[in-house]
């Protein structure tokens, strides 16, 4: 269901969110959670993977 896919996603987007911010990387070396826009991305992209199939 595309609602169930867009829960995953933004759920995803914030985990990635809140991870570049309390995890992060302090020397900006890290490419994907020096840079929130990125980190947000990738895990809303992640979530959505995780959805699933159906």
């Known amino acids: 269901m595309i609602v ?3 829960a995953f996603a ?3 987007a914030v985990l990635g969110l ?4 309390f995890v992060g990387c302090r020397t ?3 490419p994907i ?3 929130p826009y ?5 895990g809303g992209v992640l979530g ?3 959805s699933g199939n159906g």
């Not at 809140?18 to 911010?21: D, M, P, S, V």
């Not at 990125?38 to 990738?42: G, R």
């Open 10 to 12: 933004l759920g995803g």
């Open 33 to 35: 959670t020096s840079n």
């Open 48 to 50: 959505y993977l995780m």
């Open 18 to 21: 809140a991870y570049q911010r």
């Open 4 to 6: 169930t896919k867009i």
């Open 28 to 30: 900006g070396s890290c």
């Open 38 to 42: 990125i980190s947000t991305l990738y």
